[in-house]
């Protein structure tokens, strides 16, 4: 066949991004409550950005914000160029967002493997029944490739998160969203878990968006916003991190 007769490939155009996430003007409301106030955030393609700040100030109302379990009142949310805002959890699922939630939710009946097939619901073909666990998931976390047939409830903490971090990475995303992963955990499993993330980062290129207080964990990631009632109110770069902000806004 001539290449003038080829027909036309219907393929959507390559929209070059270097914005993997970004939130503009966000005011959301439980009720009658006024929680998060002109919220502008973003993550840049391939780096990791970490949302600090005290308890209660609205970390976890922005990334469900961003997921899409609250809907903002006003506001604008793109991934990777492309609007969201109106779209539903599982839809920016298979867009490529994933989340590790506060508290893990991890299923405590199911066992670790049945936890990670979980995870390939969010790829954006859905789950076909067939699917293995690749060796990668293993190699960043090889604690849970002894562990596949143990009930999830039977895990410790640490373990429990690794456990959520593999099964977001189940469903291929291309925003990781961790919402205070090191919560309750021990120093050295706290370690395992940073390095994990930064590997994570450098292997797929995927792009992080982290509520974290744990200052080591802070520091790598490459940017930072800090939060007070509800509105951002210090950002940059986490090697321009000062004393006062340390002070002001993580719990150390
Ligand atoms: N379902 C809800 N209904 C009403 N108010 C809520 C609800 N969830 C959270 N809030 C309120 O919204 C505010 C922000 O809560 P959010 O959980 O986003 O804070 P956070 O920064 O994640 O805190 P933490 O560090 O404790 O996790 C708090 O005042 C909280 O009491
Ligand atoms: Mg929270």
Known sequence: MSAVNAPALDLPPVQPTETMLQATNLNVYYGESHILRQVD???PVGQMVCLIGRNGVGKTTLLKTVLG???PRTGAIELAGQPITHLSP???????IGYVPQGREIIPRLSVKENL???LEARPSGRKGNETISDEIFELFPVLKTMLSRRGGDLSGGQQQQLAIARALMGQPRLLVLDEPTEGIQPSIILEIEAAVRRIIEVSKISV?????HLHFVRQADFYYAMQKGGIVSSGSTRELSQSVIQQFLAV
Do not use: T, Y
């Open 41 to 43: 955030l973003s993550v």
């Open 69 to 71: 379990l609250l809907r």
């Open 90 to 96: 599982d839809r920016r699922a298979r867009l490529g």
């Open 117 to 119: 097939l979980l995870g």
């Open 209 to 213: 968006l982290l509520v974290e207080q």
